[in-house]
């Protein structure tokens, strides 16, 4: 087992990670939480959600896929005017 550690601890150590992938994996986190926390309160379509947070439609559809991607978000139904899908929180 002490041997895997000391492959691990040399393979960090050789491969260093970019700046830039840092940065984007901030970003990413940041608006996670921001998107995480308005489906905590209520069931919200991407329009509800841009509006909220402030951001664009295209940027939003892409970090909320994202987190359907991952399994931490899912549709709902659809909302009265039976245009759009509501996410919510899994």
């Known amino acids: 087992m002490k041997e895997v550690k000391e492959t691990f601890k040399i393979m960090r150590e050789q491969r260093q990670v970019p700046a830039d992938v840092k940065e984007n994996l901030k970003e990413f986190n940041q ?3 921001l998107i995480l926390k308005e ?3 209520e069931d919200l379509t991407i329009a509800q959600l841009c509006e ?4 664009p439609s295209d940027k939003m559809v892409y970090y909320l896929l994202s987190l359907v991607k991952f399994g931490l978000v899912s549709t709902g ?3 009265d005017m039976d245009e759009y899908f509501k996410y919510k929180v899994k």
């Open 52 to 55: 909220r947070i402030g951001m």
């Open 77 to 79: 139904e659809i909302d």
């Open 31 to 33: 608006i996670k939480r």
């Open 39 to 41: 489906l905590r309160t």
